[in-house]
């Protein structure tokens, strides 16, 4: 941020302000204390009867690689109508009621995750915009060396899990990548 975006001044600075315990962007001019917080993505496993809906992303980053349809949440909007939405444009398919599935929290990028499980009305969809291709996959023919991340990964080996008993309950978590090696010694 180059300019506070309530009163145009160049005079941000990063401090601690009264009373809080984190450093923030303050605009010395009018004062606005401007707050960065982790933002949601959310979406759908759209499902088929046995067969799940993967899109191929057509856009950076993992360009070319699978995924689920989800997005970041915008302004003004529910989760489910985020999910319903990044579902519509990525794979032009409707949903049947969504039921929330997953919540894994990404601390090391300020990212919450939420996806749900949701049938699709009937089964038509196209590559929106943002997709290659989208198409159902039964389990034994998903694309695990071509999943675009870890958390589409981790949401679909919990569903297949779940399969086995036909119990979905909510699955909340964290996913924290490994720590980085040490550096060789010189
Ligand atoms: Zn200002």
């Known amino acids: 941020m180059n300019y506070c975006s309530h009163c145009g001044s160049a005079r941000l600075v990063q401090k601690v302000p009264e009373g809080d315990n984190l450093p923030r962007i303050v605009c010395e001019d009018c004062h606005t204390i401007h707050y960065q917080n ?15 809906l993967l899109c191929k992303r057509a856009i950076e980053p993992r360009y070319g690689l699978w995924t689920l349809p989800a997005g970041f949440m915008e ?10 939405r990044e579902t519509w444009e990525e794979a032009k398919a409707t949903l049947s ?9 990404l601390p ?9 499980r949701a049938k699709l009305r009937e089964p038509t969809f196209a590559p929106g ?11 034994d023919e998903i ?14 080996t919990l569903f297949f899990q779940d399969c086995q008993t036909g119990q979905f309950p909510v699955h909340v978590g964290d996913i924290i990548p490994p ?5 060789p010694h010189s």
């Open 108 to 116: 090391h990028i300020s990212q919450v995750y939420m996806m749900f």
């Open 75 to 84: 302004n003004n909007e529910t989760v489910e109508q985020a999910a319903v």
């Open 97 to 105: 009621p969504l039921s929330l599935y997953v919540v894994f929290s």
């Open 129 to 139: 915009t943002e997709s290659l291709e989208v198409r159902l996959f039964s389990q």
């Open 179 to 183: 720590a980085s090696p040490p550096p």
């Open 38 to 52: 982790p933002k949601i993505i959310t979406g759908c496993l759209p499902t088929w009867e046995d067969k799940i």
């Open 143 to 156: 694309p695990w060396e071509q999943l675009a991340f870890f958390t589409i990964r981790r949401t679909l």
